[in-house]
């Protein structure tokens, strides 16, 4: 399953560390930062819970760029 | 600029003038220099070291907050003050221009594609009377009436059933001539109505129409990055660890050796020299510049009704050096028109007229070709006893005089002698009272921009032109001579398309250009995703199309295919500028910092510098080349 979520960053360097985090996250399949767009694009593993899963992602997203956001 | 943006403006300003009265007074107590410095240095740059201190708590050392607080700081321990200060003043401008431009860039291109429909008015009826409810348009059903008034886009698509009007298509193609519409003439979402009020028929849920499909395309199109993006991320991954280990071996190394010669260690210009490291130590500048361009150039091409569905395909457009195509519909029409009439003894306007007439009944597309190219009122009254034979032509009594109107085999069999025709195409001859009167050459047209096309490729150092139909030899050849196109291959079947075009493709292995194929995208969906870029043509309102192709022309123009090039060559060539600049001039820094031939807050000058001109060169890419010669 394929999702996009809106996002909000700063500089186009914290949105690739933000890429890198969703995808070091469990249940992420892969993932594509959009900075232009401000668009997150997830891929999850098969049987992931959707909600669980960006949680993580949105937690490991803060610990690399303090100032993300991710609208789940 | 928003609120945040405002703040940082602000603050920007007040540390200036903080900073030109401490210079005034700066002489006169100089023993509290620090203390003065420290009141802008902590105006301006608060919010950095907040973000520094939670990164190391978060174990991210390499974050540029970090680094330049650790280099500010430095300065300001190393006594130099006013550098210090301006550092990170200098940061913050460079930091405040970028997200200005980049938000602007980005509102810009949302703008230019700003089709999505808010509100549908749907048309119901409740105990027989009709009332109109403003709805959105998820809401509509299929087959649900909707009322547009002037002025209003097309929520979804559908069928005209009241009303005409002209409608402004040029969101979705980029054509600004608009469209008449009657009823019954089908329309698209994301198109507007212009100056009358209509009735349409939904034909799809909205979720299904074609603006939802362009606006779900354009906004995934990022997700497919091209090399260069994808190179200059690497590039910036490695980069800071790098810097930071240099600046490291500088503050340490050539001390230490200073030291162990028996000289003066130098501490502190060193450790001077490797705090100006950190401070161009941030990738930001390359990192915006690459992706903006790419992103401006989609948004532009957009604005111009080309689709590229990821930057990887501007860069396969730009290394495009053999194009494949479909001839129907793609370089020709796909409708039949009167080329040429060859006569005996009759006039032109006569032949046509006896055809025309004879003809006026029959739904054949060469027969209506036929009477359209007569162009005059055809007074049914005058024709009697038609007799259509299907595959072959048309008998009929037009004002009396017995004509025949048809191909080879119904002339013989009605003892005409028809003449030999070499024009390719299809030929209808026409007889009169049993005597031979001539023949109309009827074929598909040759869209007028085709033959520039083919020509502008070829300049454009295209190698390869190869042009694949179903249609006789004949045929094939001679439209293949007029567009001056290098190869064709004729009398092909819709699954002969898909073998030819792997034969070409295992052709080339190894060689490094890409290989387009332009098609109408309705029934060449297998050959589409077989090469490097599938390009669809004329596909407004085709799904399948939008779904196959890489690259969707909107209007059916071949000049699409040149712009599409050129875009993908001037985002390419914005792209690789930025890559050499940015790295160039940091690199220079880097070299200069090292042997101590800066200062910091040049550095900074140069970073800010560097990215600001990478920012604006890369916005560029939003205007679409000009095509006209």
């Not at chain 2, 032109?348 to 006026?360: G, R, T, V």
Request: proline share 3%.
């Amino acid at each position: 399953m394929k999702k996009t979520y809106d996002i909000e960053v700063d500089c186009a360097n914290c949105a690739d560390k933000m890429e890198q985090a969703a995808k070091k996250t469990d249940g992420v399949k892969d993932c594509s930062v959009n900075f232009m767009a401000l668009k997150m694009s997830v891929e999850f593993e098969d049987g992931a819970d959707e909600g669980t899963v960006m949680k993580a992602v949105l937690k490991n997203c803060k610990k690399v760029e303090d100032d993300c956001e991710i609208f789940i | 600029m928003n609120k945040k943006q405002k703040r940082v403006l602000a603050r920007i300003i007040i540390t200036t003038v903080l900073l030109i009265v401490i210079a005034i007074v700066e002489p006169h107590i100089e023993k509290f220099a620090l203390a003065l410095y420290i009141i802008p240095y902590i105006l301006i740059g608060y919010d950095i070291i907040k973000k520094a201190f939670k990164g190391i708590v978060h174990g991210q050392v390499m974050d540029e907050n970090f680094l330049m607080a650790v280099a500010t700081v430095g300065s300001m321990i190393l006594g130099e003050y006013r550098e210090g200060v301006m550092v990170m003043l200098l940061y913050q401008i460079g930091e405040l221009f970028q997200s200005y431009a980049v938000g602007k860039s980005r509102r810009n291109i949302a703008a230019l594609m700003d089709i999505r429909p808010d509100v549908a008015n749907l048309v119901t009826q409740e105990n027989g009377v009709e009332t109109v409810k403003t709805v959105s348009p998820d809401e509509v059903e299929t087959g649900s009436t909707l009322v547009i008034s002037p002025g209003e886009r097309i929520p979804i698509d559908g069928v005209v059933i009241l009303g005409d009007s002209t409608i402004d298509t040029s969101a979705l193609t980029g054509e600004s001539v608009p469209r008449t519409i009657h009823a019954g003439d089908e329309v698209i979402s994301g198109t507007i109505n212009q100056n009358g009020v209509i009735r349409i028929r939904t034909t799809k849920a909205f979720g299904e129409s074609t603006v939802t499909k362009i606006l779900e395309l354009v906004e995934n199109a990022s997700s497919q990055k091209s090399r260069s993006e994808n190179f200059i991320t690497r590039f910036a991954r490695v980069y800071t660890p790098f810097v930071c280990l240099f600046a490291l071996v500088i503050a340490v190394v050539p001390p230490v050796i200073n030291m162990l010669s028996g000289n003066d260690a130098n501490f502190r210009s060193f450790i001077y020299r490797a705090l100006t490291f950190l401070v161009i130590s941030c990738p930001c500048a390359m990192v915006i510049s690459i992706p903006l361009g790419f992103f401006a150039g989609i948004g532009g091409a957009s604005k111009a009704g080309i689709l590229v569905k990821g930057s990887n395909y501007l860069e396969a457009l730009s290394k495009v050096d053999s194009v494949i195509f479909d001839k129907t519909g793609t370089l020709t029409k796909g409708v039949f028109k009167v080329v040429s009439i060859h006569r005996q003894e009759l006039s032109d306007q006569h032949l046509l007229k006896y055809a025309a007439y004879a003809e006026s009944f029959s739904t054949h597309p060469i027969s209506r070709s036929i009477v359209n190219a007569y162009g005059l009122e055809v007074d049914k009254s005058l024709v009697a006893d038609v007799e259509e034979i299907s595959g072959h032509g048309v008998l009929a009594t037009v004002s009396g005089k017995k004509v025949i109107v048809g191909n080879d085999k119904l002339m013989t069999d009605n003892g005409v002698e028809p003449a030999h025709c070499h024009d390719g195409g299809t030929i209808v001859h026409i007889a009169v009272d049993g005597r031979y009167a001539g023949h109309i050459h009827i074929s598909d047209v040759i869209k007028e921009t085709s033959e520039k096309a083919i020509r502008d490729l070829h300049k454009m150092g295209i190698s390869r032109t190869i042009m694949l139909t179903g249609d006789a030899e004949k045929v094939a050849g001679k439209v293949a001579a007029a567009l001056s196109i290098d190869e064709y291959r004729s009398e092909l079947l819709p699954a002969d398309k898909v073998s030819v075009v792997e034969e070409l493709l295992s052709d080339r292995k190894g060689k490094k250009g890409c290989t387009a194929f332009v098609g109408d995208g309705i029934n060449d969906a297998p050959v589409l995703t077989r090469v490097d870029v599938g390009i669809a043509m004329g596909a407004l309102g085709s799904d399948a199309a939008i779904e196959a192709a890489d690259v969707v022309i909107m209007d059916d123009d071949p000049l699409g295919i040149i712009k599409a090039i050129k875009i993908g060559k001037k985002c390419m060539r914005i792209a690789y500028e930025n890559i050499y600049f940015a790295i160039g001039i940091k690199v220079i820094v880097l070299i200069l910092s090292a042997f101590g031939m800066t200062n910091m807050w040049l550095a900074v000058f140069a970073d800010v510098g560097v990215m600001i001109l990478a920012v604006l060169n890369a916005v560029r890419t939003l205007h679409v080349p000009d095509i006209t010669d």
